[in-house]
């Protein structure tokens, strides 16, 4: 099992930058791949990024490349989303999500094993 606890979501104006964290617990976190989703109100959960488990090898949606950032740190068993250039748009309830892969990451929302509670970011002047 694997648990992940989000942090970082608050209010923040348009132009803005914002940290979100994932501490994740339980199992080894050097094995897990790591992801990124979010869910607007009255839409579907969206891919933003992924990370695999070595840190090589990352992807973004097309709608935040050029402004987001995935990292994850192994020794604190945290993976990190540095989102910059905020607007109203990417006001949603961010989901880091992880899934035991031993290479490559993963992009869509049925390839991942656990998900963290979520944590809301709103963008707004």
């Known amino acids: 099992q694997v648990q992940l606890v989000e942090s970082g979501g608050r209010l923040v104006q348009p132009g803005g930058s914002l940290r979100l964290s994932c501490a994740a617990s339980?199992?080894?976190?050097?094995?897990?791949?790591m992801g990124w989703f979010r869910q607007a109100p009255g839409k579907e959960r969206e891919f933003v990024t992924a990370?695999?488990?070595?840190?090589?090898?990352?992807r973004l949606a097309d709608s935040v490349k050029g402004r987001f950032t995935i990292s994850r740190d192994t020794g604190k068993n945290t993976v990190y989303l540095q989102m910059n250039s905020l607007t109203p748009e990417d006001t949603a309830v961010y989901y880091c999500?992880?899934?035991?892969?031993?290479?490559?990451?993963?992009?869509?929302?049925?390839?991942?094993?656990?998900w963290g509670q979520g944590t809301q970011v709103t963008v707004s002047s």
């Open positions: 999500a992880a899934v035991p892969r031993p290479s490559g990451y993963a992009d869509s929302i049925g390839e991942y094993t656990y």
């Open positions: 990370i695999s488990w070595s840190g090589y090898s990352t």
């Open positions: 339980g199992r080894t976190f050097s094995r897990l791949a």
